[in-house]
């Protein structure tokens, strides 16, 4: 038996976690880490898996568990999203063990922070050349956003995040009726179904909906892809209770 990648439709956020959630233990396949972040733990993951979201802006971006599993905690909250933006979108230092930032690579430059989650002036860094050159044409296929670097794989623990790619489709390729929008295309190699997934779609919805007011078009679409989506041991009993298996 080979690799056996899925493909999920979701409408919203929270939607594509719950369906990633029941996914992973119909699709997925148990091993144990043997090199590199939490080195001797048990995973069960998806070998490849494509989620197309809809609609990634609808509200609430974050899972909210239904009433009757109320005694199961949320993947995530918005005040850990707030922090993670400024992670994602600022090139603050990296802390202490760590090797880089998110935003270290993507921004570049210093970007003033966030208000409520909104990034406020962004200079010359990724995000502002690919809202510079969509202001300029919408025609190009062009613009992605970089986080691996090749040096990488000499790290111990490489970024997880490798790449937003971003799309407008250009003018003469719009269907009837259909309006300009800021689409993205994210790719992480490993991606923590629980301790990720929620809160980095989020933010890096939230830093769409910035540059797409930016470049005046809307908030399109989110295909998030990973080689690598993932449960620890630590937290299948929860997420059992979660699919009711």
């Not at 690919?130 to 919408?138: G, L, P, Q, S, Y």
Request: glycine share 6%; aromatic share 10%.
């Amino acid at each position: 038996m080979g690799l056996e990648p899925i493909s999920i439709e979701a409408t919203t956020l929270p939607d594509a976690w719950f369906v990633c959630v029941d996914s992973i233990f119909e699709y997925g396949r148990q091993w144990t880490v043997q090199q590199g972040s939490y080195e001797g733990q048990k995973r069960w993951e998806l070998d490849h898996v494509t989620v197309h979201i809809k609609h990634p802006g609808a509200r609430p971006l974050i899972p909210e568990m239904p009433s009757y599993l109320d005694h199961i905690p949320p993947p995530t909250t918005m005040e850990y999203v707030s922090d993670y933006i400024t992670y994602l979108m600022t090139d603050m230092a990296p802390k202490k063990n760590e090797t880089y930032t998110y935003g270290e690579r993507i921004a570049g430059e210093y970007l003033e922070t966030v208000i409520r989650g909104v990034l406020e002036t962004c200079k010359g860094s990724q995000i502002q050349t690919v809202i510079d050159r969509f202001k300029r044409n919408h025609g190009t296929n062009q613009c992605s956003m970089s986080v691996a670097k090749p040096a990488d794989i000499h790290l111990s623990d490489p970024p997880c995040l490798r790449e937003i790619d971003c799309r407008i489709i250009a003018p003469d390729g719009l269907h009837e009726g259909e309006e300009p929008a800021l689409h993205f295309i994210v790719y992480f190699r490993s991606w923590d179904l629980w301790g990720g997934f929620s809160a980095n779609l989020a933010a890096i919805r939230l830093m769409q909906e910035y540059m797409a007011k930016e470049i005046g078009v809307e908030a399109g679409e989110i295909i998030a892809a990973s080689k690598g989506l993932h449960l620890y041991d630590h937290t299948w009993d929860i997420a059992k209770l979660r699919t009711a298996r």
